[in-house]
T-cell receptor, first 113, second 115 residues
Framework: DAKTTQPPSMDCAEGRAANLPCNHSTISGNEYVYWYRQIHSQGPQYIIHGLKNNETNEMASLIITEDRKSSTLILPHATLRDTAVYYCIVSALSNFGNEKLTFGTGTRLTIIP | GAVVSQHPSRVICKSGTSVKIECRSLDFQATTMFWYRQFPKQSLMLMATSNEGSKATYEQGVEKDKFLINHASLTLSTLTVTSAHPEDSSFYIC???????????FGEGSWLTVV
């Protein structure tokens, strides 16, 4: 069962920052927060992941609350190509890959021109 | 970045036949690969976990004799849908764990249509 809760859909104006929330109140100490997105008829694309510190890469920023019970993915300047379903997943992936990624229903983000 | 490639991207087969889908990690080794299935407008459903050199671990409700998984090398896993039926028509997606990076990368997916 998915361990995260996300709003089913969101809209964001092109050029604005898209802030996608995720609740993971039962997250364990060794579980990471992962974000993926899926554009229609394609495989999921890795965006970013973090444990407890905020993270930033060329695609997005990940803000994790101090208690780690929720996080926000930020796309700083949304474009039409960012329209996709965004999945927030928690998992204790180790170097041995013994854990797995279980997908919830995600948030369908629509970027409005 | 890490690249995971699936082949074929689209396949049509007749009922009762078998079809094989390949999943390759192109620029990294993957001890563990995962296979997912996705029906239209639904989320990804994990089918099985494939570990190199050992038997796959199947999720509850997934028939291991129908969905044969082989992970013979650190860069290749295959999913064979045996005795395919129209209800097996779906989008099949593999993913691979990039060892040492705590990250899973996904293939482009394979559309299977059984007629």
């Amino acid at each position: 069962d998915a361990k995260t809760t996300q709003p089913p859909s969101m809209d964001c104006a092109e050029g604005r920052a898209a802030n996608l929330p995720c609740n993971h109140s039962t997250i364990s100490g060794n579980e990471y927060v992962y974000w993926y997105r899926q554009i229609h008829s394609q495989g999921p694309q890795y965006i970013i992941h973090g444990l407890k510190n905020n993270e930033t890469n060329e695609m997005a920023s990940l803000i994790i609350t101090e208690d780690r019970k929720s996080s926000t993915l930020i796309l700083p300047h949304a474009t039409l190509r960012d329209t996709a379903v965004y999945y927030c997943i928690v998992s204790a992936l180790s170097n041995f890959g013994n854990e797995k990624l279980t997908f919830g229903t995600g948030t369908r983000l629509t970027i409005i021109p | 970045g890490a690249v995971v490639s699936q082949h074929p991207s689209r396949v049509i087969c007749k009922s009762g036949t078998s079809v094989k889908i390949e999943c390759r990690s192109l620029d990294f080794q993957a001890t563990t690969m995962f296979w997912y299935r996705q029906f239209p407008k639904q989320s990804l459903m994990l089918m099985a976990t494939s570990n190199e050199g050992s038997k796959a671990t199947y999720e509850q409700g997934v028939e291991k004799d129908k969905f044969l998984i082989n992970h013979a090398s650190l860069t290749l896993s295959t999913l064979t849908v045996t005795s395919a039926h129209p209800e097996d028509s779906s989008f099949y997606i593999c993913s691979a764990v990039k060892t040492g990076y705590n990250t899973i990368y996904f293939g482009e997916g394979s559309w299977l249509t059984v007629v």
